[in-house]
C-alpha cells in the first residue's frame, strides 16, 4: 500500500498537477507531502545511474528527489519538493527520465554502472582519445548527458528585489533554540531578526501534537516591536562584516517572486539545527528509503503516512520519536536497533505504543519492484558490531526510516571560517569557535529543553558581547536526549561474502556515489577530502554535503586505516542550498541593468542614422548605415571613404587624464616606459603604461599643453584602471609636486581622417593649420566653431587625422559644422566597426591585442621600453620567462584562400601540424575593404622574425573550421607611413 493521508487531519484541499495528472494537497503541505499523500513514491531518477529515486527527507537534505516546477518561461529544475509549499495550480514533472519516468532507457546505465565508477570520463576519454577532435566530440556528449532538469530558454517575466537591512542580532532559524535565542536577546533591548528557510515558522516543534504552545510563543515574540520574523527567508551565505545573505521566497501573487536580503547584522547566532545522516547498506536508494526524522515529521507535521507498513532502522535514541510517531498513528512499525541493548523507558514506551522492538538487528540490503525499484522488502540482519552483520531474514516493507545519528548544520559557520571540531561522545562535527554563535542541535544540543537553554545561552552571549543588558537568569544547557549512547554505524556488510555482491550501497543518492567509489578514489590516490569530493562528485550540486558528506568521510577514513573524525569537512561555501540567479540581478535587469553613458554627440549621431554599440557603459556609433546596408557593408563602405576622402568619427570616449604640476614631467617618465620628460611644449607622442609586473597597461598619448601641463589619453576600455593607476602612483611619490585629475567627461572629441582631413579642420578653426604650423604629433590650443578646442595631429588609421576636443556645450556646432566640411569633399560619419577595420590594416594594436598579457617586446614594439630610465614596471619586465624569445609576437595573417573567413579566437598551428596547443592565437580580425580579403591580427610565437612568408593554419574550436593564413608583419597598409602627410 502506497502513502495515504491521515484521518483527522482537516485542512482546505489545493489543487496541482503531478506528471500532467490532476491531484489535491492540503494547505500547508509541502509539495512531497502532497505526492506522499497521493501514492505517488517514485519521483525521478538519479542523475548518473537513471535509478528511480523518491522522497528521502523533509528538508534541505533532499538527497533523493529533485522535481521541476512550472512551464514556459516560469519553468524551475531541480527543486527539492520536500521545501516546495504547495500553492493552488503548482505544476511539477519528473526529471531526467525518458520517455517515462516508469520506463526510463537511461536506466541501461545502472547495467553498465561498472564502466561509470569514480571518474570514469578522465580514465575512458582522455587516455585512449588523445586526438584533441575525438575528445572534443566527446566532451559534448558528455555535456549533453551533464545536469538534471532543463532550464527555460525564454525571458523570465518575473520580478526580483534586493533590500539592504540592518539588525543588532540574525537568527538563521526558528526552532527552539532560535526562538529562546531572539526572545533572550530582544529581551536586552536588541533589534532581532529571525530568518526561517520554511515557509512555517517553529522548526522542529511544527511536529509537535499540540501546536497551540508554539503558536502562543510566536505571537508574544513577534508582538515585540524590535523582532522581525521572516518566514520563507533562507540565510544563504555569510561575508565578512557581519554581512549576510538572505533570499526572501514570496508567496503566489506577491509583485515579487524573491527578494535578496543583504542583512548587515553585529552579531549572527546559527540556530539552524541537525541533519540526520543515515548509513550505507545494499540498495539503500530505493524510493521508500527515507530518514527516521522524515518519516515523523510527514505523519505528525503534515498527517501523511508514507506507508502502512514500516521498518525503522537505528543507532541511536531518536529513532524511537519516529517509530512511536508513526505507530500512534496507526501504522505497522517494526524498529530495528543496532544496539544490543535497547534503552529501557524508550522500549516501554514503544512497546506501549505498538512497535515490534528487535535489538542488534540492522538492514543488509533492501528489495523492490523489478520495474520500478520501489520498496517492498529488505533482508535484516544480527550486527556484528563493526559494520558487519550476518543476514538471517526478511521483512515486508514499503517504507525502511533509517536514522544513523544527527549532524548538526555547520554550513553557516564553516563560511565564517571556524574550523569543525569532531565529537567522539555525540558522534558528529561540532562547530567551531568564532564570531558565530552557535545554539542547540546546530550545537549538537538534542533536548527540546536543552536546545532552549542553549538558545538563551547564545542570546545571552550576543547581548554581552553588543554590550546590552540581560534581563533574566540562565542556567547551563543540558544536552540531554540520550539514555543510551549511539552506535558507531556508518555501513552496514554482509559477512561472509563480497561487498558487490550486496547491491549498490550509496553514500550520496543523488550523484550515484557508492561507498565503493570513495573507496576507489582513496585507492587511486584521491584520498584528501578535497580530491575524493572532486573525484567522486560527493556532496555536490544542490546536496552540498548534507546527506552524504559525513558518511563519506567515515568510510574515507576506515579506508585510510584512520579513526572516524580524522579527516574534517571541506569548506563550506556559500550559497548554503541552490538559489536563484535572479535575486542576484534582482530590479537590474533590461535597459536600466547598468547606467548608461552617452557622449555630447549622441543626438546628433542618432540622427545621422547610426546604430550604436555598447562599449563598456557607453553607447557608441557603431555604424552609419544606408538604405539596404547591412553592418559589413556599411563598414567596409566608411573605411573605403576614409581611406579615399575624409570621414568624422566621435572619439569622446577615450580616457583622458591631466596631468600639472612642477615635476609633472618627472612623474610621467616614471609612469610610461618611453622617456617623456623631453617632450617639447606643443607636441604629442604615443606610450606605453606597463603594470607592477612588466605587462601592458594600456597605450595612448601625452600631449604636452605647457611646461607644467599635459593631457594622457587612453584607450576607452582602460580609461578608470588608467586614471586609477596614475593617480595611486602620485600617492606613493609624495615629494612629486604633480597632481592627477581625470577629466574624461570634461571634453568631447572629434577624429577627422583621411586625405582631406585638413581641408575639413581649416573649415572648422579658421587658423593656419598647415604642416609647418600643424606638424604630425603637433598639439595646438586654438577655436573651433567658435569655441576653445585642443586639437592634435595625431593617426589612429595610418591616414592623415587630427582630434579635435572642445567643451561638451559646444559638441553640437562642432559636430554639424565637421559633417557640412566633410561632406563638401566627399566624405561623412564613420563608426567603431570602420575605425576597427582601419586600425587592423595599419596594424595598430587595442585592447584584443592589449589583453593583461602582454609585453612591449610581444606587440613587436620592445624599443618603446627605455633603457636609460627607470619606471613603474621595468624591473619585473626583464624576468626571464618575460624575455624569452619563444614567446608569442604580433604578427599579421592573410588566408590563402580567397573568401575564406577566419574567426577571432582560432588557435594557430603550423602547417602539418595541426594538433597540440599549437604556436598562438588570433585576436583580430577585419574584412578589409583596401585589400579585398579578411585580414588578421595575431600572436606567434617567434613573432614575424621566424614565420614571415610561411604558412599557417587557424583552427576555430567553436566552428570546427580550419584557415589557411600566410603569416607575416602586422602592418598590411602603407607601413612606411606616407599616408600620414597625404
Same mark, same amino acid.
Given at each position: 500500500m502506497s502513502g495515504f493521508r491521515l484521518r483527522g487531519h482537516a485542512a482546505p484541499l489545493v489543487p496541482f498537477t503531478w506528471q500532467g495528472r490532476a491531484m489535491l494537497g492540503a494547505q500547508g503541505d509541502t509539495l512531497a507531502a502532497a505526492l506522499l499523500a497521493n501514492g505517488v513514491r517514485t519521483v525521478g531518477r538519479s542523475f548518473k545511474h537513471h535509478r528511480p529515486r523518491g522522497i528521502m527527507a523533509a528538508g534541505e537534505e533532499e538527497a533523493g528527489a529533485l522535481v521541476t516546477l512550472g512551464e514556459g518561461a516560469r519553468t524551475t529544475p531541480n527543486l527539492k519538493p520536500s521545501v516546495v509549499e504547495l500553492e493552488a495550480g503548482l505544476v511539477a514533472r519528473a526529471q531526467n527520465c525518458w520517455p517515462s519516468l516508469r520506463f526510463d532507457l537511461g536506466a541501461v546505465n545502472d547495467r553498465l554502472s561498472p564502466l561509470f565508477a569514480a571518474g570514469f570520463y578522465y580514465k575512458t576519454f582522455m587516455g585512449p582519445f588523445a586526438d584533441t577532435r575525438i575528445w572534443m566530440a566527446c566532451e559534448r556528449l558528455i555535456r549533453r548527458a551533464a545536469g538534471m532538469g532543463a532550464a527555460s530558454p525564454l525571458p523570465d517575466p518575473d520580478l526580483y528585489d534586493r533590500v539592504h537591512g540592518h539588525c543588532d542580532v540574525l537568527v538563521a532559524g526558528s526552532g527552539p533554540a532560535g526562538l529562546a535565542a531572539a526572545r533572550e536577546a530582544a529581551d536586552a533591548g536588541l533589534d532581532v531578526v529571525v530568518a526561517e528557510a520554511d515557509f512555517a515558522l517553529g522548526?522542529?516543534?511544527?511536529?509537535?501534537?499540540?501546536?497551540?504552545?508554539?503558536?502562543?510563543?510566536?505571537?508574544?515574540?513577534?508582538?515585540?516591536?524590535?523582532?522581525?520574523?521572516?518566514?520563507?527567508?533562507?540565510?544563504?551565505?555569510?561575508?565578512?562584516?557581519?554581512?549576510?545573505?538572505?533570499?526572501?521566497?514570496?508567496?503566489?501573487?506577491?509583485?515579487?517572486?524573491?527578494?535578496?536580503?543583504?542583512?548587515?547584522?553585529?552579531?549572527?547566532?546559527?540556530?539552524?539545527?541537525?541533519?540526520?545522516?543515515?548509513?550505507?547498506?545494499?540498495?539503500?536508494?530505493?524510493?521508500?528509503?527515507?530518514?527516521?526524522?522524515?518519516?515523523?515529521?510527514?505523519?505528525?507535521?503534515?498527517?501523511?503516512?508514507?506507508?502502512?507498513?514500516?521498518?525503522?532502522?537505528?543507532?541511536?535514541?531518536?529513532?524511537?520519536?519516529?517509530?512511536?510517531?508513526?505507530?500512534?498513528?496507526?501504522?505497522?512499525?517494526?524498529?530495528?536497533?543496532?544496539?544490543?541493548?535497547?534503552?529501557?523507558?524508550?522500549?516501554?514506551?514503544?512497546?506501549?505504543?505498538?512497535?515490534?522492538? *528487535?535489538?542488534?538487528?540492522?538492514?543488509?540490503?533492501?528489495? +523492490?519492484?523489478? =520495474?520500478? &525499484? /520501489?520498496?517492498?522488502? #529488505? @533482508?535484516? !540482519?544480527?550486527?556484528?558490531?563493526?559494520?558487519?552483520?550476518?543476514?538471517?531474514?526478511?521483512?515486508?516493507?514499503?517504507?525502511?526510516?533509517?536514522?544513523?545519528?544527527?549532524?548538526?548544520?555547520?554550513?553557516?559557520?564553516?563560511?565564517? *571560517?571556524?574550523?569543525?571540531?569532531?565529537?567522539?561522545?555525540? +558522534?558528529?562535527? =561540532?562547530? &567551531? /569557535?568564532?564570531?558565530? #554563535? @552557535?545554539? !542547540?542541535?546546530?550545537?549538537?544540543?538534542?533536548?527540546?529543553?536543552?536546545?532552549?537553554?542553549?538558545?538563551?545561552?547564545?542570546?545571552?552571549?550576543?547581548?554581552?558581547?553588543?554590550?546590552?543588558?540581560?534581563?533574566?537568569?540562565?542556567?547551563?544547557?543540558?544536552?540531554?536526549?540520550?539514555?543510551?549512547?549511539?552506535?558507531? =554505524?556508518?555501513?552496514?556488510?554482509?559477512?561472509?561474502?563480497?561487498?558487490?555482491?550486496?547491491?549498490?550501497?550509496?553514500?550520496?543518492?543523488?550523484?550515484?556515489?557508492?561507498?565503493?567509489?570513495?573507496?576507489?578514489?582513496?585507492?587511486?590516490?584521491?584520498?584528501?577530502?578535497?580530491?575524493?569530493?572532486?573525484?567522486?562528485?560527493?556532496?555536490?550540486?544542490?546536496?552540498?554535503?548534507?546527506?552524504?558528506?559525513?558518511?563519506?568521510?567515515?568510510?574515507?577514513?576506515?579506508?585510510?586505516?584512520?579513526?572516524?573524525?580524522?579527516?574534517?569537512?571541506?569548506?563550506?561555501?556559500?550559497?548554503?542550498?541552490?538559489?536563484?540567479?535572479?535575486?542576484?540581478?534582482?530590479?537590474?535587469?533590461?535597459?536600466?541593468?547598468?547606467?548608461?553613458?552617452?557622449?555630447?554627440?549622441?543626438?546628433?549621431?542618432?540622427?545621422?542614422?547610426?546604430?550604436f554599440v555598447d562599449a563598456g557603459l557607453w553607447k557608441r556609433a557603431w555604424f552609419f548605415p544606408r538604405p539596404g546596408e547591412d553592418l559589413t557593408a556599411a563598414s567596409m563602405r566608411e573605411a573605403a571613404m576614409v581611406r579615399a576622402t575624409v570621414g568624422v568619427a566621435d572619439v569622446s570616449t577615450l580616457g583622458k587624464v591631466e596631468v600639472q604640476g612642477r615635476d609633472a614631467a618627472a612623474f610621467l617618465d616614471r609612469i610610461f616606459a618611453n622617456p617623456m620628460a623631453n617632450l617639447p611644449v606643443g607636441r604629442a607622442r604615443y606610450g606605453l603604461l606597463l603594470r607592477e609586473d612588466g605587462i601592458v597597461l594600456d597605450d595612448g598619448t601625452v600631449w604636452r599643453l605647457a611646461g607644467d601641463r599635459f593631457l594622457?589619453?587612453?584607450?576607452?576600455?582602460?580609461?578608470?584602471?588608467?586614471?586609477?593607476?596614475?593617480?595611486?602612483?602620485?600617492?606613493?611619490?609624495?615629494?612629486?609636486?604633480?597632481?592627477?585629475?581625470?577629466?574624461?567627461?570634461?571634453?568631447?572629441?572629434?577624429?577627422?581622417?583621411?586625405?582631406?582631413?585638413?581641408?575639413?579642420?581649416?573649415?572648422?578653426?579658421?587658423?593656419?593649420?598647415?604642416?609647418?604650423a600643424l606638424p604630425h604629433l603637433g598639439v595646438r590650443e586654438i577655436e573651433a566653431t567658435g569655441a576653445p578646442a585642443r586639437v592634435a595631429r595625431l593617426s589612429f588609421s595610418g591616414e592623415r587625422a587630427y582630434e579635435v576636443m572642445v567643451r561638451p556645450e559646444a559638441a553640437a556646432a562642432l559636430w554639424q559644422a565637421a559633417l557640412a566640411a566633410a561632406g563638401a569633399e566627399g566624405g561623412g560619419p564613420y563608426g567603431l566597426e570602420a575605425l576597427d577595420i582601419l586600425r587592423v590594416e595599419k596594424g595598430h594594436v587595442t585592447g584584443r591585442e592589449i589583453d593583461g598579457r602582454v609585453t612591449p617586446g610581444d606587440l613587436g614594439m620592445p624599443g618603446m621600453a627605455s633603457r636609460a630610465k627607470d619606471y613603474v614596471g621595468r624591473a619585473l619586465m626583464e624576468r626571464e620567462g618575460l624575455l624569452d624569445p619563444a614567446r608569442p609576437v604580433l604578427i599579421g595573417l592573410r588566408p590563402v584562400e580567397p573568401g575564406a573567413k577566419v574567426a577571432g579566437g582560432a588557435l594557430l598551428h603550423p602547417l602539418g601540424a595541426e594538433t597540440g596547443r599549437g604556436i598562438g592565437h588570433v585576436s583580430s580580425v577585419a574584412d578589409s575593404p583596401a585589400l579585398g580579403m579578411r585580414i588578421a591580427l595575431g600572436f606567434a610565437a617567434g613573432g614575424p622574425a621566424r614565420w614571415d612568408g610561411k604558412l599557417l593554419m587557424a583552427k576555430d574550436p567553436i566552428s570546427g573550421r580550419d584557415v589557411k593564413m600566410?603569416?607575416?608583419?602586422?602592418?598590411?597598409?602603407?607601413?612606411?607611413?606616407?599616408?600620414l602627410h597625404g
Open positions: 522548526g522542529d516543534r511544527l511536529s509537535d501534537r499540540d501546536p497551540q504552545e508554539l503558536a502562543a510563543a510566536l505571537a508574544e515574540l513577534d508582538a515585540l516591536p524590535n523582532v522581525r520574523l521572516m518566514a520563507r527567508t533562507m540565510v544563504f551565505g555569510l561575508y565578512d562584516h557581519g554581512v549576510a545573505g538572505l533570499v526572501e521566497r514570496l508567496p503566489a501573487g506577491a509583485p515579487w517572486r524573491e527578494r535578496l536580503h543583504v542583512m548587515h547584522a553585529r552579531k549572527v547566532v546559527a540556530a539552524t539545527g541537525a541533519l540526520q545522516r543515515g548509513f550505507v547498506f545494499g540498495d539503500n536508494d530505493r524510493p521508500g528509503v527515507m530518514s527516521a526524522a522524515a518519516a515523523r515529521t510527514y505523519v505528525r507535521r503534515f498527517g501523511v503516512a508514507p506507508a502502512r507498513e514500516v521498518v525503522v532502522a537505528g543507532a541511536e535514541d531518536s529513532a524511537y520519536a519516529a517509530s512511536i510517531a508513526l505507530a500512534q498513528a496507526g501504522l505497522d512499525v517494526i524498529h530495528l536497533d543496532a544496539r544490543e541493548a535497547a534503552p529501557p523507558a524508550l522500549a516501554e514506551r514503544a512497546r506501549a505504543a505498538g512497535v515490534d522492538l *528487535r535489538p542488534g538487528w540492522v538492514p543488509v540490503r533492501t528489495q +523492490g519492484h523489478a =520495474l520500478g &525499484g /520501489e520498496l517492498r522488502g #529488505l @533482508s535484516v !540482519g544480527r550486527h556484528l558490531g563493526d559494520g558487519r552483520a550476518r543476514a538471517e531474514t526478511r521483512l515486508p516493507a514499503e517504507i525502511l526510516a533509517v536514522s544513523g545519528g544527527w549532524s548538526p548544520s555547520i554550513h553557516l559557520t564553516t563560511q565564517a *571560517r571556524q574550523k569543525p571540531a569532531w565529537s567522539a561522545e555525540l +558522534g558528529c562535527f =561540532l562547530p &567551531g /569557535e568564532g564570531e558565530v #554563535l @552557535s545554539c !542547540g542541535a546546530a550545537a549538537g544540543v538534542w533536548s527540546r529543553e536543552g536546545a532552549e537553554t542553549s538558545g538563551r545561552a547564545a542570546g545571552r552571549l550576543a547581548a554581552i558581547a553588543l554590550k546590552a543588558t540581560r534581563r533574566r537568569p540562565l542556567k547551563d544547557a543540558d544536552p540531554g536526549g540520550d539514555e543510551a549512547p549511539p552506535a558507531a =554505524l556508518w555501513e552496514v556488510r554482509p559477512a561472509g561474502r563480497a561487498f558487490h555482491g550486496a547491491g549498490k550501497a550509496y553514500v550520496d543518492p543523488l550523484h550515484d556515489v557508492t561507498a565503493d567509489d570513495v573507496r576507489l578514489a582513496r585507492q587511486e590516490g584521491f584520498e584528501a577530502p578535497e580530491h575524493m569530493k572532486r573525484y567522486t562528485t560527493l556532496g555536490m550540486a544542490p546536496d552540498q554535503g548534507k546527506a552524504g558528506g559525513v558518511i563519506g568521510l567515515a568510510v574515507l577514513a576506515v579506508a585510510r586505516g584512520e579513526g572516524t573524525g580524522s579527516l574534517a569537512p571541506t569548506t563550506f561555501r556559500p550559497p548554503y542550498a541552490p538559489v536563484s540567479m535572479g535575486i542576484f540581478a534582482g530590479p537590474d535587469r533590461g535597459p536600466g541593468w547598468a547606467p548608461v553613458r552617452r557622449t555630447p554627440f549622441h543626438a546628433q549621431a542618432e540622427a545621422a542614422g547610426a546604430v594622457v589619453t587612453c584607450t576607452t576600455a582602460h580609461a578608470a584602471t588608467t586614471a586609477e593607476h596614475l593617480a595611486r602612483w602620485r600617492f606613493r611619490w609624495p615629494e612629486l609636486d604633480a597632481t592627477v585629475d581625470e577629466t574624461t567627461e570634461a571634453w568631447c572629441g572629434l577624429a577627422l581622417a583621411g586625405p582631406r582631413s585638413r581641408a575639413v579642420l581649416e573649415a572648422l578653426t579658421g587658423a593656419d593649420v598647415s604642416d609647418a600566410r603569416a607575416g608583419p602586422p602592418c598590411f597598409l602603407d607601413p612606411w607611413g606616407e599616408r
